[in-house]
């Protein structure tokens, strides 16, 4: 019989199942033993140094961030040495074209273009024009890559003896960026630190909140599960203000186009319209199309296309009737064709295949018509959900699913790599409301929602809007939102970046206990004395262009459409089945775990990186 042997306390090893050294890792300790074992920076700071100058030796240099501004030795050591004071920058910016708020050494982004305007404007010495560490650089909040701000702060050490800083800060930055004011704080501030909390703003079209199409995959599933839930008078009650418009627009728009065209080709254009499957899933507005079908090659247009006569009824133009439920809308335009496909992602669409003619030359096969008279359909039915205006009802149960964002919640579900159990998941919410008046532009209507939090995680205000949407749009009983803090693993997709927007962060506390007068008097950190400007920049910069995109690229109709078409059965948890339908969906197809994690979550993360402290 084998013996054990003992193990002096004092032999054995510290650390988990291997790790042979012993050593214990900082995840392992205690928090008060955490703080005792601080990190050496110095020691850090100086073997990054000793490695760079290795590297220098060696000729293995890295080329320099782009938002550096190179100075010779000369420049550096002629240049006035100047005092610099400790200050909060208010600025406003709009995303498009941007890869998000935080620094980055390769890629183009607010806080580069910010950072080498303060330079120029020499708010920042030649010396310290190479490393936004040197002086103390802190951003309030790092929002995604589009997303905007009206208001924004950073904090960080600056030369303030010029009193026209701010204009000349603004003549070095293009019209998207914007300082409001710089403001002098104690030495202590930083602007992520001392936020009391957020104010973010979410712009969104009132057809996003339409039911699915009933010939939509999602569509079918829902009235299917609710059959069986025995809660088909329930999904009908919570769809009941929204019940005819699928019908409408079918009988006034969607059947006149399709008997113009000849039979054969009629019933094609009719069944291909939702058999496809979804090939992009997560929009964003600068997303790369999928790569999953190599048979196609996808195209971005933009321009209205003009077809030719398809067939049928002797090339007559066909009359359209506005739906009853549409009130003072403009006539739906069926001529121009937005090439914005549901299951193809924003704006692409697939190359007519071509085919060589008998006399060699390159022409237009016969599927070419097909493709058309799919890309005229899909126009008239974006055209007819724009033409929709909200009912009373609808907007009231918006409000009633948004309610139940208040408080302190488990938001796991509504942001990546977070555990159920894990206690940063707890964010607090102090007000989620929408707008009751929408606003009309360019024949849309939209809806303005503001959410108050403490804090916000990686996508997790644009998870919360997708939510929130499907509740509303899917018939969903409203206890699915409760669900949702639960311990179970939920897909949720991030609603397009384009609709969302920094306010403002909140400095209530300091404010409170630090702005006072006499010698050391600070002024307060807030955008109440550019108002106005910020205001114009809004409505110029960033409500525009939200409006314009989502006109050109119909931005919100493919993300909606495209998780209408989306046969993995993640959403089903939406149904009146809940979350069993999703579980029996993943056994059958044989993909993922009883825990939800299956392929599809993976699919609508595959752009994100990090988590804490990225807003939005």
């Known amino acids: 019989m084998e013996q054990s042997q003992t193990v002096e306390p004092s032999l054995r090893k510290v650390g988990g199942p291997g790790r042979g050294n012993g050593r214990r890792k900082r995840t392992d300790l205690g928090r ?184 939509s995959f999602l569509g079918k599933e829902l009235v299917k599960l609710a059959e069986e839930a025995g809660d088909s008078p329930g999904l009908e009650e919570r769809q009941h203000e929204v019940s005819t418009f699928w019908k409408e627009t079918e009988e006034n728009h969607v059947k006149p186009f399709l008997d113009s065209l000849s039979p054969k080709l009629s019933a094609s254009v009719h069944k291909a319209l939702y058999d496809a499957e979804p090939k992009v899933l997560d929009v964003e507005p600068d997303a790369e199309p999928a790569a999953s079908d190599t048979t196609t090659k996808p195209v971005e247009v933009q321009a209205a296309v003009e077809l030719p006569d398809l067939g049928g009824n002797d090339g007559q133009s066909v009359t359209h009737q506005e739906p009853s439920h549409v009130q003072n809308a403009e006539a739906i335009d069926t001529s121009k064709v937005v090439l914005s496909c549901p299951d193809s992602g924003r704006g692409l669409v697939e190359e007519p295949s071509m085919a060589k003619t008998p006399n060699g030359t390159e022409g237009r096969s016969p599927l070419s018509a097909l493709e058309e008279g799919l890309k005229k359909l899909k126009s008239i039915i974006v055209s007819a959900k724009k033409a929709y205006r909200i009912q009373p009802a609808r907007l009231a149960r918006v409000q009633s699913v948004l309610n139940h964002y208040i408080g302190t919640r488990n938001f796991h579900n509504y942001t990546i790599s977070k555990l159920p159990r894990d206690p940063s998941a707890k964010r607090v919410i102090k007000s989620f409301t929408v707008n009751p008046q929408p606003i009309l532009i360019n024949n849309t209507e939209w809806l303005s929602l503001k959410v108050h939090g403490q804090s916000f995680m990686m996508h997790q205000i644009r998870k919360m809007v997708t939510m929130a949407a499907l509740v509303v749009r899917c018939g969903c009983p409203e206890e699915r939102m409760k669900e949702s803090y639960g311990q179970e693993k939920l897909t949720i997709p991030k609603a397009p970046s384009l609709g969302l927007l920094l306010e403002r962060p909140v400095f209530e506390t300091y404010n409170r206990n630090v702005v006072r007068e006499g010698p050391h008097a600070r002024g307060e950190v807030g955008f109440e004395r550019s108002e106005k400007e910020v205001e114009e920049f809004k409505q110029k910069e960033i409500y525009e262009r939200i409006f314009r995109e989502e006109e050109r690229d119909d931005t919100f109709h493919s993300f909606f459409a495209s998780l209408d078409g989306m046969r993995w059965g993640d959403l089903l948890y939406l149904s009146s089945v809940g979350l069993p339908a999703v579980k029996k969906e993943i056994r059958k197809s044989g993909i993922g775990d009883a825990k939800g994690e299956n392929i599809q979550a993976v699919v609508l993360e595959e752009d994100s990186e990090g988590v804490d402290g990225q807003d939005g």
């Open 32 to 215: 008060s033993e955490w703080s005792r074992n601080a990190a050496d920076k110095r020691a850090r700071t100086e073997a990054t140094q000793e490695t760079t100058k290795r590297r220098k030796l060696n000729g293995d240099e890295r080329t320099p961030p782009i938002y550096v501004t190179k100075f010779s030795k000369d420049e550096i050591e002629a240049e006035e040495r100047k005092p610099k004071k400790k200050v909060a920058v208010m600025m406003g910016y709009s995303g498009s074209g941007y890869k998000g708020m935080q620094i980055n050494n390769d890629e183009k982004t607010i806080e580069g273009d910010l950072f080498k305007a303060l330079v120029a404007a020499g708010a920042i010495s030649k010396a310290n024009a190479d490393d936004p560490k040197k002086s103390s650089l802190v951003r309030c909040a790092r929002t995604d890559r589009g997303v905007h701000a009206a208001g924004n702060v950073i904090s960080l050490k600056m030369i303030l003896e010029d009193p026209d800083i701010i204009a000349k800060i603004n003549e070095h930055l293009s019209p998207q960026i914007r300082v409001w004011g710089v403001e002098q704080t104690n030495g202590s501030f930083s602007a992520y630190q001392l936020c009391d909390s957020r104010i973010y703003e979410y712009l969104i079209p009132t057809y996003c909140f339409l039911p699915p199409h009933p010939e």
